[in-house]
């Protein structure tokens, strides 16, 4: 039995998390280990309350770590692309095996240090990136690597599905449900990253890489996130049986990335997958279709997935980083979202009178090809109306919208639907 | 890079479906490989048609396999503990690796065979034995590794998830809905395993051992199947807001371990888990809760879990087989059934002039701390009755049922309820 020394560099919600872990449950990680795993240090900004230092020194620069001959493996949870990324390379070209959830940084930079680790006898496990809790990659990677992934559709930020589901529940504007998600801690204090879909977009970049075989690439994934979602929106896709999430897509082998707001069903179940869960939908070759729900984030279940990483370096458990050789990923091809052949939800505004006296909104549900419709009459004296189109190309949908008689209709806006 | 050489041992419905996985995902497989597997000798009683004897030689004894030393693992899908358990016996003490979804002897016999695995450098690989395409063994080991794994609920045999779906969707009967799952090859033509509830009990016998680190313990297991369940039962039971599965139990670090149908509110996401569907709800330390679904048997998702264990052991990924090491394993301490403490789902038919006149359904409904009722008039003239009880101990439930009037309630009944 060896003893496998661990750095822990940065000690904020899942660094403490990821310490306290080590240290309550002992016994359970020794006896699942073949190895035994040993935190000797840590380093963040400044020294914490709950370190005992009698225990585990502290280290004021934690490129030291990286550096430290005594320390084989590094887990990295201080996030973002700085200092993150220079421990993360040091300690890989010194042969460390290294954990980390920064899924922004490997996203794009996860290649090169996939390859570095290849090079170098080390190692990057990275179950916390994506899905917190939910062991998606080990499933990808492992459970699953018997088949072809051939779709997945996934609920991956908790701050988006938090907002939407209170949005739906209350009846609240995106900005009362961002404010509330603030306060509550599910959502930072600059929800950039989260709510324009780029932390979706990060996760997807790194499932999709396993599920296809091809190199990450995040540059050409289409990104749209939520906060154009109004409280209309989600009501008039519920009057049509549907829900509305945040989802990253993956279909036709990898060719088609995206991460939108997309209409669910309701009746599905990942469509009632609510509050700050995640959830994965996969469609496999093989396996048929696997559905997995859990908790995307917070200090434990992102540190349970960091240990549990640690424990897979204690047995020995390795896969190659993007489930093939480094040498062997191909180059995505991912393809422009307007070539998207799918269904839409169209909500617009109609002239009642016009509409009326000329038909003319017959002729304009048949040129969109609507497939279910619901009308509303506002106020105004218009007519609030939305709209399931048929399977249609993206680019001929706009084409299409743009051409509508701007006397007819107003303000139109489409949300796509996925029908998982 | 090592070839390894594998010998498949049954050539039925998954077995058949191993060899074509291994044939045509040759590709996949490889690329996720550190070593290269390889498909070399197949046996089973009869030749069969889709063997081509050009790439793979044909063994009339399957025991052959086991002693060749060729042969480096062991496919084992004959099922049963005859032949099968002589071949993975003798496999294993020659040092090799060994692959199976044989739950009904691994159950019985998989702490037997764990030991003989340590001592001759052997390994069980058993993905395939639960849950068929759900890597909820490898989530068990090694996903969750970093958590107590507190509670799980699990519906873990499809014929009897089909059977209950069945007939609640369509008002059938039992016997008629068996029917329909044999005609379909959803259930075997002796279907006593799966629908007297030893199916499951076999794979929570499994799931139990890994989540509590006890020994397995099967013949200790209280075991409930589904042939007492009617219409009547489905149908009061969806009157109060819940549905019928049956349930793999595991509570209270693995002193509680039952298979029983039980009632799920309605509202919950593993109740609406139907048809052939398997799914499980695990709660843990430190990860929270997670819910997976999906195929739980079959011949490709079955056997996609089967070559999910062979990519493992194609990259020298192994665990402990229940978990931890054989010697580390406690006895288990599985508790009475009669010592449960829950809701239960009483149905009764009570005698209608006399609950009247003498108002005794309200004291009755007192005595047996009635949560919730509904009640039906029923052509007797009797009123056919259902109740949901507070939290209250199955021995004292007994007692209670024991005493009840005789004049005043008959035909009464209870199933348990499962708060997940």
Request: aromatic share 6%.
């Amino acid at each position: 039995m060896k003893k496998l020394k661990i750095g822990l560099a940065g000690l904020g919600i899942v660094g403490k998390s990821v310490y306290e872990i080590l240290l309550k449950d002992q016994e359970i990680i020794n006896a699942r280990s073949a190895n035994k795993l040993e935190l000797v240090a840590v380093s963040a900004r400044s020294k914490k309350d709950f370190i005992d230092e009698t225990k585990v020194r502290f280290v004021a620069n934690s490129l030291d770590l990286a550096n430290d001959p005594e320390i084989d493996i590094i887990v990295e949870v201080i996030g973002g692309d700085g200092i993150a990324s220079e421990i993360l390379e040091t300690a890989i070209k010194n042969g460390k095996k290294v954990v980390t959830a920064n899924k922004a940084l490997l996203a794009v930079k996860g290649l090169k240090l996939a390859t570095l680790a290849e090079e170098n006898g080390g190692y990057i496990g990275f179950e916390a990136s994506v899905a917190g809790a939910i062991p998606i990659i080990k499933t990808f990677r492992e459970g699953l690597a018997a088949n072809e992934i051939k779709e997945f559709y996934a609920i991956l930020n908790g701050t988006c599905n938090y907002i939407l589901t209170k949005m739906k529940n209350e009846n609240i504007d995106f900005s009362v449900a961002l404010k509330q998600a603030q306060d509550l801690g599910y959502a930072e204090s600059d929800p950039t990253f989260d709510i324009e879909g780029v932390d979706t977009a990060h996760k997807l970049t790194l499932l999709a890489a396993i599920a296809s075989g091809c190199k990450p690439d995040f540059d050409d994934v289409y990104i749209e996130g939520i906060t154009k979602i109004n409280v209309d929106d989600i009501r008039l896709a519920d009057a049509l049986q549907y829900k509305i999430k945040l989802l990253a897509v993956y279909k036709n082998a990898g060719s088609f990335q995206a991460v939108y707001p997309a209409l669910i069903e309701s009746a599905q179940k990942i469509a009632q997958v609510d509050d700050s869960f995640n959830a994965i939908l996969t469609k496999t070759s093989n396996a048929g279709e696997n559905l997995t729900i859990g908790r995307g984030a917070g200090g434990l279940p992102t540190a349970s997935s960091i240990v549990a990483d640690l424990i897979d370096i204690a047995n020995d458990r390795y896969s190659f980083e993007f489930g093939v050789k480094v040498s062997d990923l191909k180059n995505a091809a991912i393809s422009n979202i307007e070539e998207r052949i799918g269904k839409y939800f169209i909500k617009l505004t109609l002239n009642k009178e016009l509409a009326q006296t000329q038909k003319l909104d017959e002729k304009f549900l048949q040129e969109i090809k609507a497939q279910k419709t619901y009308f509303e009459e506002v106020p105004s004296g218009h007519i609030l109306c939305a709209v399931v189109t048929e399977n249609i190309k993206e680019k001929n949908l706009q084409q299409l919208l743009k051409n509508l008689d701007k006397n007819l209709v107003k303000d139109v806006k489409f949300i796509r639907i996925e029908s998982v």
